[in-house]
């Protein structure tokens, strides 16, 4: 069974930096892109950012471009999002994504969420 | 960035309908959509993908439609447990993009 378990969300003051961790089982991480997707309260989700499965190719929403750096550590079958210079507006649930076999853009498998709150 | 704009955005209806959900892209996607649901405290759920094909496990009253800038998600019998939020995705470009969604309510 996959599971995706993210970890590291909480409060943060405007400008303030996190490190959200995603730890996954139940399948081959190291041969799937992976991706961070976000939802404010109320709102739809949003995708923030994605990886390639050796994590030589990453892709950035333009909202946390320059901000925020993805990365995976394959032989700890982890994803990670660091977040620096965060805003108000960042504030969300953050879920990572695992995407369908052979389509890195579509996501079948989420994980709980971690929730993420910047304010002073 | 790619707009998805979905309508309506509140859709009341019974259980048996039959219900349609509209999405609109900005641009051609050619048939580079999915759907999710989701509900309350949960995470969004794959319904479909590159417009009509149906995820595993997906009952088939769940089916989609469309190319091109305007697609639909057709429930053909609504169940009680089909009432949720819907989205629509487009993976057409990296920048992915999500509709802000269609809530689903009793009638």
């Known amino acids: 069974e996959v599971q995706l378990l993210e970890s590291g969300g909480g409060l943060v003051q405007p400008g303030g930096s996190l490190r959200l961790s995603c730890a996954v089982s139940g399948f081959t991480f190291s041969t799937h892109a992976m991706n961070w997707v976000r939802q404010a309260p109320g709102k739809g989700p949003e995708w923030v950012s994605g990886i390639g499965y050796s994590g030589g190719n990453t892709y950035y929403s333009d909202s946390v471009k320059g901000r925020f750096t993805i990365s995976r550590d394959n032989s700890k079958n982890t994803l990670y999002l660091q977040m620096n210079s965060l805003r108000v507006e960042d504030t969300a649930v953050y879920y990572c994504?695992?995407?369908?076999?052979?389509?890195?853009?579509?996501?079948?498998?989420w994980g709980q969420g971690t929730l993420v709150t910047v304010s002073s | 960035d790619i707009q998805m704009t979905q309508s309506p955005s509140t859709l009341s209806a019974s259980v048996g309908d039959r219900v349609t959900i509209t999405c609109r892209a900005s641009q051609s996607i050619s048939n580079w959509l999915a759907w999710y649901q989701q509900k309350p405290g949960k995470a969004p759920k794959l319904l479909i993908y590159k417009a009509s094909s149906l995820e595993s496990g997906v009952p088939s009253r769940f089916s989609g439609s469309g190319s091109g800038t305007e697609f639909t998600l057709t429930i053909s019998s609504l169940q009680p447990y089909d009432f949720a939020t819907y989205y629509c995705q487009q993976y057409h470009t990296y920048s992915l993009t999500f509709g802000q969604g269609t809530k689903v309510e009793i009638k």
């Open positions: 994504a695992k995407p369908l076999v052979g389509a890195t853009k579509i996501f079948e498998s």
